[in-house]
């Protein structure tokens, strides 16, 4: 069976790190779910969501050069349903007064985008020890191959 992005795919947790977990799939393949792609709400710890063993529905959504394949849970299921009142008329125009009792309103309600600076400084945190700890993985991995440290 040939599986390419956008395929979706039964697999078993093989490892879980801060960033993400390692997940097998059919013909001995593994892939990669990173952290921000297991649910639709924020995940601090992946180990809240996930444990070795599990098995899981994903999906493919990408293939790098390297053959690395990267996974997604929650775009292997349907996105949860809003709640009531958090959509925007066409248009994207707010009732007067915000739609809040009293006329008063605390902003823009952006599910998908952090609402507070900090609530940014913490996704902006996480991204980049992400990426650190992929470098550093990356760079320890090429030195090994160039026969030890400099």
Same mark, same amino acid.
Request: hydrophobic residues 35%.
């Given at each position: 069976m040939e599986f390419g992005v956008g395929s979706i795919l039964e697999g078993k947790v093989t490892?879980?790190?801060?960033?993400?977990?390692?997940?097998?799939?059919? *013909?001995?393949? $593994?892939? @990669?779910?990173?952290? $921000?792609?297991? =649910?639709?709400?924020?995940?601090? !710890? +992946? %180990? !809240?969501? @996930?444990? *070795?063993?599990? *098995?899981?529905? +994903? %999906?493919?959504?990408?293939? !790098? *050069?390297?053959? &690395?394949?990267? @996974?997604?849970? #929650? #775009? =292997?299921? !349907?996105?949860?349903? &809003?709640?009531a009142g958090q959509g925007r008329p066409m248009g994207g125009a707010r009732p007067a007064g915000g739609g809040r009792p009293g006329g008063f309103s605390r902003g823009p309600a952006a599910p998908r985008e952090p609402a507070s600076f900090e609530d940014k400084l913490k996704q902006f945190m996480q991204a980049s020890d992400s990426k650190l700890s992929e470098l550093h993985y990356t760079e320890k991995r090429s030195s090994n191959r160039r026969g030890g440290r400099k």
């Open positions: 490892g879980l790190t801060k960033f993400g977990a390692f997940v097998s799939l059919p *013909e001995g393949k $593994s892939g @990669l779910v990173h952290i $921000s792609e297991i =649910a639709y709400s924020y995940v601090n !710890d +992946v %180990k !809240d969501y @996930l444990k *070795e063993g599990q *098995e899981v529905k +994903v %999906k493919v959504i990408g293939i !790098d *050069e390297n053959g &690395r394949i990267n @996974l997604s849970i #929650k #775009k =292997a299921m !349907d996105p949860p349903p &809003r709640p």
